[in-house]
């Protein structure tokens, strides 16, 4: 106790000297601000206090960075990551004073993580933070910005386990690399997190092995942990006035006492055995102690409650994306921490981790803060301790009040962050992450990276080393078969394949060994996507059980025994030898319809044994069931007649006797009925067996194929609505073109000759139109020159090279031969061609000339002045 | 069957005839079951009140008779006879389809009974007036051709038939007049078929204009009916409310009106000058007490009813436990029966049969004593604690409020309030004691059949 409070009170004697000092700096930082009006009185005295604080030493943080500069190109940056504005310098010397004053007041503590370096320049911690809110609606949340970090990023360990790095990039960079240590992590989710409007901060501090690794072997994995079932309370009723008392119970209440008392002692016996044995497994799991156990330095992020209706401050670990109460032991102390407005150091003691801090930092005691923000968090009164100290804080608050509003943290020189919908999609490097928990092995992929639609593996081991596997779990997205998880149990060898609803079977659930026909199954669907109304299906070797729900026939379970196959002397295939059946068996719902004693609610073909067994639903008040049996056998009496049917065939108990069920002809037409009935289910019976063949054949193609869907909506993925909308695209482009060359203005050149804003009087509208002709005419007749003055130009040529040839005729070699003949073909070729155009062109130009002045006694320009011409 | 009704009218054709047992037995004969089942039928003889469906055209009958015993009774053809009066089918509830076409019927009668008829023929007849049907609410198809209808107003009283799709009215003088078409239409909205032609919707839209308006009143004076109606059955049900409360007639001045009715003095008093006054005085306080009385009569109701239901409640729950209880322990019994049963079935040694039958006997005795057991607990249960004096007390409470008003009208009260509690407890007692019979009758009957069962079996296996 005492030595608490003599700390308390070096704490306030520390308190009130920096208060001191904070009113000098004050001072100091006001003529900073205005320099330019030169008062020399504070200059003078600011100098002073320089020379005094440059004495004391700071101790600079130093480290090879991981990611050396000129593997950034820095280039491409903004001016901004360059260069400090006069803001920003102003703000670094504001660190450095606050830094120097820092370690002359604390020297046995590690200098302040105030300003690494980033790709070029020197700025300040909290500027590197840049508030961004994501487009994407899975990052509102805190749990799945974390996610998509700790996805997203590669871990790089810092150069120095036990130092801060000297470079803090920004969150561009470490997004363009996909990689970062734990301060480059804690930025970028701090960024996201104060952009989704969470009070979030970044945690300078030290953590522990395993967290500073990102050694998650020790944890478990968080999809291996069941759900915890809620504990169903269910609200005893309230004893109602009336209800009866129970029978009086006649049994010993020693006897009761022994009993229970045994059954405890053979239950705490078990559990000592259960708990030793717990103990000796987890003494085997202990890891070696680390001996820089409390020094690694770690960041991590800090989210206080109140924002975003958070009920309760927390941390999050960057590097897996998981939440930690701040009480937990991973977390063992806090140097400082800041977000985008201010800094605060700690200066409560860490001893027992970080359990006893209180994160109130409003509190100038417990934090220390660089900026007098104007939004520095609410003090809470009730953690008022020092009685004391009240005055000095309220004269501080004054002060500061009235003299410090004049600086806050400069926004942020980082650009807003920004993620591509393809790396956002891809989320992890290169699309592909393993993570390595205890006992359990998890591999995630992005979307379509794998060609049958795999996205995620959970693979669970039985023992730490990860040798045995005890179970896989595979998830799938896109599958056009619908299947969305496969779950393989190594030690039962069964098969689990769940399905979303769209299968064309409508399969919900397939559990299997082999995919061999008649063998243990289950196969559930989605009962509405049916017409019979199936939910479940299960076989055995011998038998098949059926499961319905909400068919008009009331028929809920049909199970089936099959006897062995009879060996038939012909070797036919399966389908066409199908096994005998032995017995079905049909259970039907209550049909409110029917009175009780009509409404079958069993009935039971005993094939081999010519039986039918029918019992009927129980009616309400009574206990027993009518029941009814049919023995269907063809006997012949003794004159040798078939006999129809005999009271014997038929044994029945009804539970209220009635006279027309004890005829003949009502058993007879009961049991015709049934006998039809029996053929109906077998052919049932022998149609799932044939669905069942089906459904396995259909799933292996599937799985053969394993197709992937392509939502109509994803443009990158979808070649037929890509080319669909390249087509249009050109389509549209073409049409552009045809657009602007119809809208050249065939007399733009010569309306351009007349003086611009005037009307055209008649005089120039007819020169106009002569001249735009006379104008086309000389075009067609230079067109038509230039046609033919190739055309000589071409025939000259030929006549010059067969006069060559029939010149050295005699000396030529064949290939000059070849050459000269090609030529000549070629040049025949071009001949003709000129002469056609040259004929098309004659041809054509009358008619061109004639719609050109057509066409100018139409245009509107020029129409009311031609037409009175006209 | 049809050569032989043929042959019976050429036969008959003199002699008009009654239906007689004779004639019956035979139509039911020709007509039940055919082949194998035919033959048993035979055998056992067909009872008349099983019969669903019988056939008598063609027989030259003149009065319908002997036909009460089928009650089961749902097709009946009477067609081709010379009936001229619907007579004797009171007892053939069951009936959904009647033909008398081609008889002489004159007047529609005698058919109030046969509510579920759905199909009724009246062919060729010499009907004149479409009348008697307002039991047969579920009448869906109705056919009077061929008859003597001449008034439209004929249609209007087939607009109450909800269920009404088909119609048949060809060959009436109703049919010559120039809108008959249309006027059913509009008249009778849902019907899909007329003189066996479908109505289209054009059809159906002009007639619904052209007739708008008589429709539109048509509808609004069935509209206020029916209000009525309505109004008056909730009228009743209040007051059967009231009189459930035992609190009917107080909300007013019924109580003070009819003392006075009675007393000759008091009317006299009234007559003088300031007694006028204060009887109007004493009247207003009089109707407000009543009106007090009222209301907390039928809070008083309110309370018993409530008691009444958790009551009933716990009654049905002990029962239904109990119910579950011997569910349970009969499906076990079987179970382990029908085991039983086939090891007796193939034991071959006669010895061990006779041991393992005694064990089965065992067993259904053992099954027998512990339904019964079952049963008597819950008597007991039940019995001991039915004790009425919770629900009196509501009425005690009740009482002392009484004690306020005019004797007579409180006599009454708490008579009828003590007669209802003796009368509800008297019920639950009785109720009781029936279940209880049921029950034991339900179980030795089980027991007997099992009993016979094996007893069955004992013999088989002797022989």
């Known amino acids: 106790m005492e030595v608490l409070r003599e700390k308390v009170e070096e704490e306030e004697a520390a308190e009130r000297e920096e208060a001191a000092e904070r009113a000098e700096r004050m001072e100091k930082t006001r003529p900073v601000e205005v320099q330019k009006e030169e008062t020399i009185l504070t200059q003078e005295m600011l100098r002073d206090l320089e020379k005094k604080l440059s004495e004391i030493k700071i101790p600079i943080p130093a480290g090879t ?54 790709e070029c320049e020197v700025p300040f911690v909290s500027t590197t933070i840049r508030p961004t809110l994501m487009p994407y609606p899975d990052l509102y949340n805190w749990d799945g910005c974390a996610n998509f970090v700790s996805d997203f990023l590669t871990k790089v360990p810092l150069p120095d386990p036990l130092k801060p790095p000297s470079h803090l990039y920004s969150s561009t960079t470490v997004l363009k690399q996909q990689k970062g240590n734990c301060f480059d992590f804690s930025t970028l989710l701090c960024s996201m997190l104060l952009g989704a409007g969470y009070d979030a901060y970044c945690v300078n501090g030290y953590g522990s092995q395993a967290l500073c690794n990102m050694d998650l072997t020790r944890e478990v994995c968080p999809l291996t942990v069941k759900p915890k079932e809620t504990v169903k309370t269910k609200e005893k009723a309230q004893p109602k ?148 100290l009240n005055d000095d804080d309220d004269i501080e608050d004054l002060g500061k009040e009235t003299e410090d509003k004049s600086f806050d943290m400069p926004s942020s020189w980082v650009e807003q962050i920004t993620i591509s919908p393809e790396a956002f999609e891809t989320r992890c490097p290169n699309g592909k992450k393993v993570l390595q928990y205890r006992r359990a092995r998890l591999e995630k992929w992005a979307p379509y990276l794998n060609s049958n639609g795999l996205v995620c593996r959970l693979t669970t081991y039985e023992d730490l080393e990860c040798t045995k596997i005890l179970e896989v779990k595979e998830w799938y997205q896109n599958r056009e078969d619908t299947l969305e998880l496969k779950h393989i149990n190594n030690s039962s060898g069964l098969h689990t394949d769940y399905f979303r609803p769209g299968h064309p079977q409508a399969l919900r659930v397939h559990v299997y060994k082999t995919m061999q026909p008649e063998n243990d199954r289950i196969m559930e669907f989605y009962e509405t996507a049916r017409v019979d109304g199936l939910i479940k299906r299960e076989e055995t070797p011998r038998t098949m059980t059926e499961y319905y729900q909400g068919r008009p026939d009331f028929l809920s379970y049909r199970h089936i025994n099959f006897g062995p196959r009879v060996k038939k002397l012909t070797s036919a295939s399966t389908e066409s030898n199908p096994r005998p059946m032995t017995k079905i068996t049909e259970r039907f719902s209550r049909n409110p319809a029917k009175p009780a004693d009509e409404d079958v609610a069993e009935r039971v073909f005993l094939i081999a044994d010519e039986r039918i067994q029918l019992r009927y639903h129980c009616r309400d008040d009574y206990i027993t069931a009518s029941k009814r049996e049919f023995l269907q056998r063809s006997e012949v009496d003794s004159k040798g007649n078939k006999i129809i049917m005999t009271s014997d065939m038929c044994i029945s108990f009804e539970v209220e006797p009635m006279e027309h069920t004890k005829k003949l002809l009502y058993q007879y037409e009961t049991m015709m009925h049934l006998k039809n009935e029996e053929k109906l289910s077998k052919h049932q019976a022998w149609e799932s067996e044939l669905e069942v063949l089906e459904i396995l054949k259909l799933r292996e193609e599937e799985e053969e194929a394993h197709t992937l869907n392509i939502s109509i909506y994803d443009t990158k993925r979808n070649e037929k609505s890509k080319e669909y909308r390249e087509a249009m695209e050109r389509v549209m482009h073409e049409e552009h073109l045809r657009q602007v060359e119809a809208q050249l203005d065939y007399l733009a050149p010569f309306l351009a000759q ?38 000589e130009k071409e025939n000259q040529e030929l006549q010059k090279q067969q006069q060559w040839y029939q010149e050295n005729q005699v000396t030529l070699t064949p290939e000059d031969e070849d050459l000269y003949l090609s030529y000549c073909s070629q040049a025949m070729f071009r001949i003709r061609i000129l002469e056609q155009r040259l004929n098309r062109h004659k041809e054509l130009a009358p008619l061109k000339y004639l719609a050109l002045e057509e066409k100018l006694y139409k245009d509107p320009r020029l129409a009311e002045f031609l037409k009175v011409l006209a | 069957m049809l050569s032989s009704g043929k042959m019976n009218r050429i036969y008959d054709s003199v002699e008009p005839r009654v239906i007689d047992d004779d004639m019956l037995k035979l139509a039911v004969g020709e007509q039940g079951p055919q082949e194998e089942a035919g033959q048993l039928a035979k055998q056992e003889g067909i009872l008349f009140k099983d019969v669903l469906s019988l056939q008598l055209d063609f027989q030259n009958i003149l009065r319908i008779d002997n036909l009460w015993q089928f009650e089961s009774l749902q097709k009946l053809q009477l067609d081709n006879n010379i009936i001229e009066r619907i007579e004797g089918l009171e007892n053939l509830t069951q009936l959904v389809w009647l033909d008398l076409s081609f008889n002489n019927i004159k007047v529609i009668e005698g058919l109030d009974t046969l509510v579920n008829l759905e199909d009724l023929s009246l062919f060729n007849n010499r009907i004149s007036k479409i009348d008697s049907l307002d039991t047969l609410v579920k009448l869906q198809v109705l056919s009077l051709g061929n008859n003597q209808i001449d008034n439209m107003m004929n249609i209007i009283y087939l607009r109450q038939f909800k269920c009404l799709r088909t119609l048949s009215l060809s060959g009436n003088p109703i049919t010559q007049a120039e809108d008959y078409k249309m006027f059913i239409c509009a008249h009778l909205p849902d019907l899909m078929y007329l003189d066996f032609r479908r109505i289209d919707d054009h059809m159906k839209d002009l007639a619904e204009m052209k007739y708008q308006y008589t429709i539109d009143e048509l509808k609004h004076r069935e509209h206020l009916r029916q209000a009525q109606l309505q109004e008056e059955q909730a009228q009743i049900m209040k007051l059967e409310e009231y009189k459930m409360a ?9 109580l003070f009106d009819s003392m006075y009715a009675e007393d000759m003095e008091g009317n006299k008093l009234s007559c003088l000058p300031i007694v006028g006054e204060l009887l109007e005085v004493y009247k207003d306080k009089f109707v407000i007490i009543c009106l007090n009385i009222f209301e907390y009569g039928l809070k008083q109701h309110e309370k018993r009813k409530l008691e009444l239901d958790t009551f009933t409640e716990c009654v049905q729950e002990a029962i239904q436990e109990n119910q579950e209880q011997g569910k349970l322990r009969i499906a076990r019994f079987e179970e382990k029966h029908l085991l039983n049963l086939s090891a007796i079935r193939e034991e071959s040694e006669l010895l061990a049969i006779e041991k393992k039958i005694v064990e089965c006997s065992e067993d259904i005795t053992e099954l027998f004593n512990v339904l019964m057991t079952l049963e008597l607990q819950l008597v007991e249960q039940l019995e001991f604690f039915a004790d009425k004096d919770t629900i009196v007390n509501a009425v005690g409470a009740s009482h002392d409020m009484h004690l306020l008003k005019i004797d007579n009208r409180e006599d009454e009260l708490v008579t009828r309030i003590n007669s209802w509690c003796t009368h509800l407890v008297d019920k639950i007692h009785k109720d009781e004691v029936m279940r209880n019979r049921k029950r034991v009758k339900e179980i030795n009957q089980y027991i007997d059949h099992l009993q016979s069962e094996l007893d069955n079996l004992e013999c088989g296996d002797m022989d």
């Open chain 1, 241 to 388: 006035k009336y209800t009866i008392k129970p029978p009086r119970d006649l049994t010993s209440r020693f006897e009761q006492q022994q009993e229970i008392k045994k059954q405890k002692e053979a239950k705490a016996q078990k559990e000592k055995q259960q708990r030793e044995e717990e103990e000796r497994l987890l003494e085997a799991e202990k890891a070696k102690p680390d001996p820089l156990h409390g020094l690694r330095v770690h960041c991590w992020v800090l989210v206080l409650s109140g924002k975003r209706e958070v009920p309760e401050s927390f941390f999050i670990d960057p590097f897996t994306g998981r939440s930690y109460s701040s009480q937990d032991d991973h977390f063992l102390g806090i140097e400082s921490l800041w977000n985008h407005r201010n800094y605060w150091i700690n200066m409560q003691d860490c001893w027992n981790c970080c359990k006893d801090l209180v994160f109130d930092l409003g509190d100038p005691v417990r934090w220390e803060y660089m900026l007098l923000g104007t939004d520095k968090p609410q003090l809470s009164l009730m953690e008022e301790e020092d009685e004391g």
């Open chain 1, 65 to 118: 960075p991981v990611i050396t500069e000129d593997t950034i190109d820095v280039s491409n940056l903004p001016l901004s990551y360059k260069t400090n504005t006069p803001k920003e310098e102003h703000l670094l010397q504001v660190a450095d004073n606050f830094s120097r004053q820092y370690s002359h007041l604390c020297p046995d503590r590690v200098p302040l993580f105030l300003h690494p370096l980033n």
């Open chain 1, 754 to 791: 007349l003086p611009p804003g005037e009307k055209l009087t008649r005089m120039q509208a007819v020169h106009l139109k002569d001249e735009c002709l006379s104008d086309f005419k000389q075009r067609l007749i230079d067109k038509a020159n230039l046609i033919q003055a190739r055309f």
């Open chain 2, 246 to 254: 035992f609190v009917e007639n107080l909300n007013g001045s019924f």
